[in-house]
């Protein structure tokens, strides 16, 4: 993950994303590069435009969190309905029972 988080920083700092570059961000933070993982990252991100990957993610990330809120939202309605529905029952047998003394 931090070999990630050191991709992305050189990204936004606009610098190229290589092995060099990566392994002195990783020294830079303490760690101890691992020149496999390293050489893996580099070559997987060949190709891949990464400002579109990121607002794919964000995409995917805040859809599931408006359907919940709408779940949330429907939630509350059938709540209030059946609220209201008890309320109507207990207002309808008060009536009863005030027929009924």
């Not at 392994?23 to 435009?49: F, H, M, N, R, T």
């Not at 779940?71 to 529905?85: N, R, T, Y």
């Amino acid at each position: 993950m931090d070999l990630i988080y050191g991709a992305l920083l050189l990204h936004s700092a606009k610098k190229e994303i290589n092995e060099a570059n990566l392994k002195k961000v990783v020294e830079a933070v303490g760690e101890k590069p691992e020149a496999g993982k390293i050489k893996a990252l580099v070559s997987s991100l060949e190709g891949v435009d990464i400002e579109e990957a990121i607002k794919q993610t964000a995409v995917a990330t805040a859809a599931p969190a408006a359907t919940a809120a709408e779940s949330a939202s429907e939630e509350k309605k059938e709540e209030k309905k059946e609220e209201d529905q008890g309320k109507k029952a207990e207002e309808a047998a008060a009536g009863l029972s005030s027929l009924f003394g």
